[in-house]
């Protein structure tokens, strides 16, 4: 099965700053990479995802890059703001069900 | 409105005492699975389905059962429900079990005395 590790369990950013989550997987046959965004007491929520045959997607101040080689990929967040704060979930995915999440990254971001 | 429901919201029960936390979805979805969220461990899936009648394990299923009877609904059963099943539970569905979207029901918050 697939081992899902993410690095850095906490983090904490000054707003306007960047932030960068990482999620490494062990199964090479991974080819969906999304990311959730779980905020405090709320249900979690798909904000940006990747194909293993695309290296880097943008959307606005959020990316997601992807090393297929190295079974890594990351969340970029520029200009961070207050409401960016939340708990960030990556989870890789075969192309069956079989989709594992990471144990999440708790960004705040201080005003 | 396209949504995921979940019921009940909050739970607080005993050890040995059957509860069943119900999920619909209005979206005709195939895909329907359930997690359970614990600190430090994040999602966790319990079991899923891949259609009606279709249902199989996930990473954490002992303690739990489900049935898939209609498209629209998924249950999750405690039989037996005991004080390490404490936790925060998340109903999910998707187009298909290949979709890249899933969509989580509100979450259902039980406590097990």
């Known amino acids: 099965g697939e081992n899902v590790e993410q690095h850095p369990s906490t983090l904490s950013v000054q707003e306007g700053d960047s932030a960068v989550i990482k999620c490494t997987y062990s199964d090479s046959a991974s080819n969906y990479f999304p990311w959730y965004k779980q905020e405090l007491g709320k249900r979690p929520q798909l904000i940006i995802d990747?194909?293993?045959?695309?290296g880097e997607k943008k959307d606005q101040r959020i990316a997601v890059t992807l090393n297929k080689t190295a079974k890594h990929f990351s969340l970029h967040i520029t200009e961070t703001q207050p409401e960016d704060s939340a708990v960030y979930f990556c989870a890789p995915k075969l192309n069956n069900n079989d989709m594992r999440f990471g144990a999440g990254t708790r960004l705040t971001v201080k005003p | 409105e396209a949504q995921v429901t979940q019921n009940p919201r909050y739970l607080i029960t005993v050890t040995g005492k059957k509860l069943t936390v119900t999920c619909s979805q209005n979206?005709?979805?195939?895909?329907m699975s359930w997690y359970r969220q614990d600190p430090g461990l994040g999602l966790r899936q319990i079991y899923y389905s891949m259609n009606v009648e279709v249902t199989d394990k996930g990473d954490v299923p002992e303690g739990y059962k489900v049935s898939r009877k209609e498209k629209r609904n998924f249950p999750l059963i405690l039989e037996s429900p005991s004080p390490n099943q404490t936790s925060l539970y998340f109903c999910?569905?998707?187009?298909?079990?290949?979709?890249?979207?899933?969509?989580f029901g509100p979450g259902t918050r039980l406590l097990v005395l």
């Open positions: 990747i194909r293993s045959n695309v």
């Open positions: 979206m005709n979805h195939e895909y």
């Open positions: 999910a569905s998707s187009l298909t079990s290949a979709s890249r979207t899933q969509y």
